[in-house]
């Protein structure tokens, strides 16, 4: 396997653990924010209240959650290539 081959599945990887990242946040983000509503509006019966301002309040948190994970990434990949331009040296 030549390096350029090496590097293209490491890239493909990277990206496709970003990907599962940011799906999994979602998906948590989301639940906690439907079943948090769910038991509050119960224990203050108060049906869709806080469900719904839980729901929205969760949009900016997992924008927030993806552009950290984003951010990592790139560090990540900035990071590799420093090395690999010095190893190349």
């Given at each position: ?13 990277t ?30 019966n ?44």
């Amino acid at each position: 396997m030549t390096q350029s081959d090496k590097s293209g599945n490491k890239a493909i990887n990277t990206i496709l653990l970003v990907m599962l990242q940011a799906g999994v946040a979602t998906v948590v983000i989301v639940l906690l924010s439907v079943f948090g509503g769910l038991w509050l509006d119960e224990q203050f019966n108060t049906k869709p209240l806080f469900t719904a301002i839980l729901i929205i309040a969760g949009i900016p948190i997992t924008v927030a959650v993806m552009y950290k994970i984003a951010r990592q990434t790139v560090a990540r990949i900035s990071k590799s290539e420093k090395e690999n331009k010095s190893i190349d040296s």
